[in-house]
């Protein structure tokens, strides 16, 4: 085999591992039930027990209760939301971001997995175009604006509203709701995750 072919060869197989890789990530949540050294031992929503071994550098995202009131002037967040026939979007979750995560997920796009036909906008807000309240009956609207243009959002109360802290393996404990984003599930049916968001007084992860 030629060099060439060789490292033609070496490359779809880096790509197939990493289709296979990406192909078996899930989204896990639910509570912690105990944890081990680095092993999670918890209850997923749906009732059915989750094992997962955190990475030794596990990255822990702390998320807090929060309302409307705290999405500030430049705020990075990101919402949750459906389209609206004005061409607003009616948040369904907010999250206000810490600033070390500031222009993640900037943008706007469909798919989002929380609504049908659900959209996620992740921006900052703007300042010069934010209402935090409208009088009786109204609802908080922000602009956000992301690199490519910006969405106005409409916050209803109904809306589930968190914020972000940068958090520490102490805040995985018992008795905590989680969330992950990408847990990839191994042979034996664990799984194994290096980011993990973890309720901190009272607060639910999405």
Known sequence: MTVLKTLAAAAIITTLAASSAYAQAQRLAGEIKRVEGNVIFADGRDGKPITVKLADNVVVTAVLKATAVDIKPG???????????????????????????????DGHRPGWYGAENGTMTNGAVDAGNMVVSQGPGKDPVFVVKYKDGDKKIVVPPTAHIVRYEVGNKGDVKAGTQFAIQAANKQPDGTFTAERINVGRDGGRPF
């Open 75 to 105: 705020a990075y967040i990101g919402s949750g939301a459906v389209p609206q026939a004005d061409g607003s979007q009616k948040a369904v979750e907010v999250h206000i971001f810490a600033e070390s995560q500031r222009g993640q997920g």
